[in-house]
């Protein structure tokens, strides 16, 4: 079994930053992807982001283009979302997931995703 190990969390104001992280088992994702997915209560869970491990590839939904960044770090085997200038509509679980093969490009779709993590709350008040 793949876990996926979730931190950074928690609370912000509204226009504060966060950090996110999420640790793999080291060469699972080396071929792969990592993106990181939200669900806010009562609404589907949406793609955020996402990653070839060592960075070459990125994929932003529209939603957080030019305020978050998906980066990796290949030797340590993580991936990190940094969250700028939020909002209560970024208020959500966040969901970091792994994707062992790409097929050619980064996906938005979770079914795409073979592990994900448990799951990182972020609460944005106003």
């Known amino acids: 079994q793949v876990h996926l190990v979730e931190s950074g969390g928690g609370l912000v104001q509204a226009g504060g930053s966060l950090r996110l992280s999420c640790a793999a088992p080291p060469h699972t994702f080396t071929s792969g992807a990592m993106g990181w997915f939200r669900q806010a209560p009562g609404k589907d869970r949406k793609f955020v982001a996402a990653?070839?491990?060592?960075?070459?590839?990125?994929r932003y939904a529209d939603s957080v283009k030019g305020r978050f960044t998906i980066s990796s770090d290949g030797a340590k085997n993580t991936v990190y979302l940094q969250m700028n200038s939020l909002h209560s509509e970024d208020m959500a679980v966040y969901y970091c997931?792994?994707?062992?093969?790409?097929?050619?490009?980064?996906?938005?779709?979770?079914?795409?995703?073979?592990?994900w993590g448990q799951g990182i709350r972020v609460t944005v008040s106003s």
């Open positions: 997931a792994g994707e062992i093969r790409t097929r050619g490009s980064l996906s938005s779709y979770p079914n795409r995703y073979n592990y």
């Open positions: 990653t070839t491990m060592f960075g070459a590839y990125t």
